[in-house]
T-cell receptor, first 112, second 115 residues
Framework: RKEVEQDPGPFNVPEGATVAFNCTYS??????FFWYRQDCRKEPKLLMS???SGNEDGRFTAQLNRASQYISLLIRDSKLSDSATYLC?????????????FGRGTSLIVHP | DAGVIQSPRHEVTEMGQEVTLRCKPI?????LFWYRQTMMRGLELLIY????????DSGMPEDRFSAKMPNASFSTLKIQPSEPRDSAVYFC?????????????FGSGTRLTVV
């Protein structure tokens, strides 16, 4: 089983739609969780951290379910500019360091 | 803040040649990571440093790959000899334990093509 798994998609949605992605992780000792966004031929950029209580940043909501070992990202009122690949990141403590593992990413296409 | 700076942006080389990729992390960040991204395998962690010391190089594919961090502001990833299967985008990222959430900042990457 892969450490971090995501549905590759693509998710093809119209503008204004609500779309949700899930990401599962295999190691229950995982410490920190993030969502990154990667545009075509660009580097990944931090979208938001994911906290146990859930957190929101404008149209984006992230949730963590430790019992089921998954995190989710909800995007409301999708914009054309939201089209990108969304990477799930899980970090694991190792010898005092925090090692990030990236999922393969979920592709989102928002169309007019 | 100039961010993480990588060079070159693009590299095309012939099989068997030595390739050196360079990275300048964000000042004050004490962690530096080298990743490789391909369509087949996604983002793979190759090696990471903490305070210029290599901590885990288990992701380095084979002995042809080596990485150094001679000081806090510079790191290199070297491939010698290069092979066509090394073609990928290589990212450097840096982070600081003091940053809330331990987010990682990536450079723009080096797109390597080995022919």
């Amino acid at each position: 089983r892969k450490e971090v798994e995501q549905d590759p998609g693509p998710f093809n949605v119209p503008e204004g739609a609500t779309v949700a992605f899930n990401c599962t992780y295999s190691n229950s000792a995982s410490q920190s969780f993030f969502w990154y966004r990667q545009d075509c031929r660009k580097e990944p950029k931090l979208l938001m951290s994911v906290y146990s209580s859930g957190n929101e940043d404008g149209r984006f909501t992230a949730q963590l379910n430790r019992a089921s070992q998954y995190i989710s990202l909800l995007i409301r009122d999708s914009k054309l500019s939201d089209s990108a690949t969304y990477l799930c990141v899980v970090t694991l403590a190792s010898g005092g360091s925090y090692i990030p593992t990236f999922g393969r990413g979920t592709s989102l296409i928002v169309h007019p | 803040d100039a961010g993480v700076i990588q060079s070159p942006r693009h590299e095309v080389t012939e099989m068997g040649q030595e390739v050196t990729l360079r990275c300048k992390p964000i000042s004050g960040h004490d962690y530096l990571f080298w990743y490789r991204q391909t369509m087949m395998r996604g983002l793979e962690l190759l090696i990471y440093f903490n305070n210029n010391v290599p901590i885990d190089d288990s992701g380095m594919p084979e002995d042809r790959f080596s990485a150094k961090m001679p000081n806090a502001s510079f790191s290199t990833l070297k491939i010698q000899p290069s092979e066509p299967r090394d073609s990928a985008v290589y990212f450097c990222a840096s982070s600081s334990r003091d940053r809330g959430g331990y987010g990682y900042t990536f450079g723009s990457g080096t797109r390597l093509t080995v022919v």
